[in-house]
């Protein structure tokens, strides 16, 4: 059975352009959440999505930033017009329920964004 | 969501026992102890859970106070490979959980060979 997986792992981009991260949660997991830890920083969640729904985005930046959860394929964070301060891992996770806080999330390996 | 305190470092020698704490004395009757742990350039992994009563697994064992206000991640014996930063969470059950997690600074973990 595959774990999350996260592609690409490792991301370059130039200031201004756009970056697109991929999570493909683990097989039966209907529910994926991203978080972002900035170097030397621990992990801060950013959004909360089911299929084709965003339940929680608390934690997603006002601007530039987007998330979905297609009913088929991965689901896709989205940053436009990056900067430098975006440069960070970036982690999913999956789970197979939202409302059972006895079911872990499962991590994926994180992509990591560098910005130049 | 109530708060969890842990120390910053600790550091053992392998084969050895490790006892990680974690206080937290605002803990609702409804909130789950949860422990992750995260190695270098990893993402952070599920090790174990509980609510009352202690737990054991395959990884580690969970201790928890009868007061819940603390609780007690167990290694039993200390491998190089679990060098990580250990993070205690708390998460509230059915009806008020969001879902997400939040984590703290964590404990940082080294062994010594």
């Known amino acids: 059975n595959a774990g999350v997986m996260q592609n690409p792992r490792h991301l370059v981009r130039r200031r201004g352009q756009e970056a697109r991260l991929r999570c493909s949660p683990m097989?039966?997991?209907?529910?994926v959440y991203w978080y972002r830890q900035l170097p030397e920083e621990g992990l801060k969640f950013m959004v909360y999505?089911?299929?084709?729904?965003?339940?929680?985005e608390s934690g997603m930046p006002k601007e530039r930033f987007s998330a979905e959860f297609p009913k088929e394929g991965p689901s896709i964070l989205r940053i436009q017009q990056v900067v430098r301060g975006d440069s960070a891992a970036y982690f999913c996770?999956?789970?197979?329920?939202?409302?059972?806080?006895?079911?872990?999330?499962?991590f994926g390996p994180g992509t990591r964004l560098t910005v130049t | 969501d109530a708060k969890t305190t842990q120390p910053n470092s600790m550091e053992s020698n392998e084969e050895e026992p490790v006892h990680l704490p974690c206080n937290h004395s605002t803990i609702s009757g409804t909130d789950y102890i949860h422990w992750y742990r995260q190695l270098p350039s990893q993402g952070p992994e599920y090790v174990i859970h509980?609510?009352?009563s202690n737990v054991n697994n395959r990884m580690a064992s969970l201790a928890i106070a009868e007061d819940r206000k603390s609780s007690t991640l167990i290694l039993h014996r200390a491998t190089l490979r679990d060098a990580a930063v250990y993070y205690c969470i708390l998460r509230k059950n059915y009806g008020g959980s969001q879902g997400n997690l939040i984590f703290g600074k964590g404990t940082k973990l080294s062994v010594k060979p």
């Open positions: 999505l089911q299929k084709e729904n965003i339940i929680d």
């Open positions: 996770a999956s789970s197979p329920s939202r409302v059972q806080a006895g079911y872990e999330q499962y």
């Open positions: 097989k039966g997991h209907s529910h």
């Open positions: 509980g609510l009352t």
